[in-house]
């Protein structure tokens, strides 16, 4: 009698609600795609987190590489899935940055196809020069090349790069043209960055943490840090300010999106476990080893500063005639 009773309770309260209670988030492991190839800058900040937020969230997240397209692959791959939490994404400066703003016309999503999360780490731009180089600062560095306009080459991971962006843009700063510098990309930036120390080219700008280890060997010298304040892994590169070119801000960054429309408790959950990621010291110390920094915000802050950055992006696009 008393299991019959029992029975008649569940099933009137079905029918009030329509469907079982939601089980509370998340009851499986997450998969974290990183649109980017194993081994990378991307890959190991990705792992990083990973491993820190599992032990926060309550369950193993797990990096899935979905490399190609720059980034497109694996970002669509997200936009695709279902919005219930278990499939989010590394959102990098290439496919939520330079493809949204200046490509909109090819890029299958915009910043509108995603759940920000909230903005996790990032690492400044760095300028660099081989330690040969004549030049020994950012203004002696701009004085040559205004001198010897279309003779200097700079080497990038391809036209829609960060490389060659940042680049472009330092040029816009300085007055100059586009092609004051020649413009030759690689398939990568470790092939890129290979160039420069084989003196194939002058000079490269990248994310710190691509470079962080030639810097600190000395095979490489960074003449600027895209930031306004020192740089807490390599104080004694000068700042945009310090360098006399306080507009010369730019990085990339390590966004955490999801699908559009995600449920409200599970961005709480999300944005609960990013604020006890960036503040744990093994995170601290596994991303110090790649040269990134915590760089928290919310997800409406996060979300207002990759629109920020991207209206840079499409400035230098317009710049260099790949954007109308």
């Known amino acids: 009698m008393k299991k019959c009773f029992l029975t008649m309770i569940l099933t009137l309260m079905l029918a009030v609600t329509g469907s079982p209670a939601r089980a509370a988030f998340p009851e499986q492991p997450i998969n974290l795609?990183?649109?980017?190839?194993?081994?990378?800058?991307?890959d190991l900040d990705a792992r990083a987190f990973a491993t820190i937020a599992g032990k926060y969230i309550g369950q193993p997240m797990m990096v899935a590489n979905r490399p190609g397209g720059?980034?497109?692959?694996?970002?669509?791959?997200?936009?695709?899935?279902?919005?219930?939490?278990?499939?989010?994404?590394i959102g990098r400066p290439g496919a939520q940055g330079v493809a949204t703003a200046c490509f909109p016309e090819t890029t299958p999503f915009t910043l509108d196809s995603y759940t920000f999360l909230g903005m996790v780490d990032a690492s400044p731009c760095v300028l660099m020069v081989h330690p040969d180089a004549p030049y020994k600062t950012l203004q002696e560095f701009i004085a040559y090349i205004k001198a010897n306009q279309?003779?200097?080459k700079y080497s990038s991971s391809g036209v829609s790069s960060i490389h060659n962006f940042a680049t472009q843009y330092m040029l816009n700063l300085s007055g100059m043209?586009?092609?004051?510098?020649?413009?030759?990309?690689?398939?990568?930036?470790?092939?890129?960055?290979?160039?420069?120390?084989?003196?194939?080219?002058?000079?490269?700008?990248?994310?710190?943490?691509?470079?962080s280890s030639y810097i600190k060997s000395g095979t490489l010298?960074?003449?600027?840090?895209?930031?306004?304040?020192?740089?807490?892994?390599?104080?004694?590169?000068?700042?945009?300010v310090q360098a006399g070119m306080p507009?010369?801000?730019?990085?990339?960054?390590?966004?955490?999106?999801?699908?559009?429309?995600?449920?409200?408790?599970?961005?709480?959950?999300?944005?609960?476990?990013?604020?006890?990621?960036?503040?744990?010291?093994?995170?601290l110390r596994m991303i110090g080893e790649i040269g990134c920094v915590p760089t928290l915000m919310d997800a409406e802050t996060a979300k207002e500063y990759v629109i920020a950055q991207n209206a840079i992006f499409r400035e230098v696009g317009q710049a260099i005639g790949i954007v109308k």
């Open 70 to 89: 720059s980034g497109i692959i694996g970002s669509q791959y997200v936009v695709s899935s279902k919005p219930d939490g278990y499939t989010i994404l």
């Open 221 to 240: 010298k960074a003449l600027v840090v895209m930031t306004k304040d020192p740089f807490p892994f390599a104080p004694e590169i000068p700042t945009a």
């Open 33 to 42: 795609i990183v649109p980017f190839s194993a081994g990378g800058s991307t």
């Open 150 to 152: 279309g003779k200097l």
């Open 177 to 211: 043209k586009h092609d004051a510098l020649i413009h030759v990309p690689y398939k990568g930036g470790g092939e890129a960055l290979t160039a420069i120390m084989g003196k194939q080219v002058d000079m490269m700008i990248c994310a710190y943490n691509e470079a």
């Open 247 to 283: 507009e010369l801000q730019l990085g990339t960054w390590f966004a955490l999106l999801g699908p559009k429309d995600m449920p409200q408790e599970v961005r709480d959950i999300y944005w609960n476990t990013i604020q006890k990621v960036v503040v744990d010291p093994d995170y």
